[in-house]
């Protein structure tokens, strides 16, 4: 469903994107976000089948108590869940012109980061360096 919304969006398919954005990235920036984090939810797609699979063939395999390498390929699927439903979200963002953050000020921010206008933190994130001091010549050092 979402590769059909960024082809209806992009009027391209994906293997027309990809090539687009291979060739081009900078062009289409929203182009390049939407085939970046495609990509990513395809992978993690395909991760969470094969946790599935590896799931019920243990499962198929187990007697009535569950021991801890399924388990372990329980929780396995639970991560591959939140994964592809996170990388679902940002592909649903890119494709929400009115959602949060893309209108205003906030939006003017997230263009500047897009560009890269800063190239450090906001802030100072460690203490200042001083210059090094060597004592007066004839002092000694107080200890």
């Not at 900078?26 to 797609?45: D, F, I, M, R």
């Not at 869940?81 to 209108?103: C, E, I, N």
Request: hydrophobic fraction near 50%; glycine fraction near 6%.
């Amino acid at each position: 469903m979402l590769t059909e919304q960024i082809e209806a969006r992009l009027s391209m398919s994906m293997d027309e994107l990809n090539a687009a954005v291979t060739a081009a990235p900078a062009a289409n920036p929203e182009a390049t976000a939407l085939v970046k984090w495609h990509g990513l939810l395809v992978e993690s797609q395909t991760a969470l089948v094969r946790a599935e699979d590896a799931l019920i063939a243990a499962l198929e395999t187990q007697p009535s108590e569950v021991d801890d390498p399924t388990m372990d390929l329980a929780q396995r699927v639970n991560v591959a869940v939140h994964a592809r439903d996170g990388r679902a979200m940002v592909v649903r963002w890119l494709l929400d012109a009115a959602a949060p953050g893309k209108q205003g000020l906030a939006a003017e921010r997230l263009a500047r980061l897009g560009r890269g206008a800063r190239k450090g933190p906001a802030v100072q994130t460690s203490a200042p360096l001083r210059p090094a001091t060597t004592p007066a010549a004839g002092r000694g050092v107080v200890r």
